[in-house]
């Protein structure tokens, strides 16, 4: 993401990189002033639904880097998860948005070039939006399945914040551009 903002600098770019920066210091705010005294508070690692809040035992090089060091920061909510689910969900309505803009403009115009044009864009979207979809379960697997960092509960519940982050980044997006940029 950060090649594509230095490649492609624009406000698309600065967009994205803001989004993933805002998610991940809102996830440290979820894990350490949210989800960790909520668990200190109940007295207990277990909560109803949600599960443990700590790492599973045995995680080790649970960050950025394999480093083989035991993971030691909280678990509850998944960062890696809440990050590809914000990014994803994003992207995912741009497109949807775009394939929106597709059916209205094809429905205004009869020319043959154009809906063939339109409908090649559109296999585009939807193998897009298959390819996002497939990345975004992958991270979440992997971090269960492959590599030991979290449960399930902490997974999901980072995928739920992440969606609905990526859901409100599109939706005010526009709101966000007029304020920084003085357009809409």
């Known amino acids: ?25 809102f996830n440290a705010f979820l ?17 109803f639904l949600l599960g443990s809040g700590s790492r599973p035992v045995g995680a080790m090089s649970c960050h950025f880097a394999i480093d083989g060091k035991r993971a030691t920061s909280y678990g509850m909510p998944s960062g890696h998860s809440q990050i590809a689910w914000t990014i994803g969900t994003y992207l995912i309505c741009q497109l949807v948005n775009r394939f929106i803009g597709n059916v209205n403009q094809n429905s205004k115009q ?3 070039n ?6 090649l864009d559109n296999i585009w979207i ?25 449960t399930i509960q902490q997974v999901s ?14 939706y005010f997006e526009n709101d966000i551009k007029g304020a920084i940029l003085g357009s809409s």
């Open 1 to 25: 993401m950060l090649l594509y903002a230095m490649m492609m600098p624009g406000f698309n770019s600065f967009y994205l990189v803001n989004l993933i920066l805002l998610t991940t210091v």
């Open 31 to 47: 894990k350490y002033a949210v989800m960790k005294p909520l668990y200190k508070w109940t007295g207990g690692n277990d909560l």
């Open 110 to 112: 009869g020319n043959d």
């Open 114 to 119: 154009t809906t063939a044009s339109i409908i």
């Open 126 to 150: 939807f193998i897009s939006i298959g390819l996002i979809l497939a990345v975004m379960i992958y991270i979440s697997y992997s971090r269960v399945y492959i590599e030991g960092c979290h």
């Open 157 to 170: 519940l980072g995928g739920i914040v992440g969606v609905v982050l990526g859901f409100l980044a599109f």
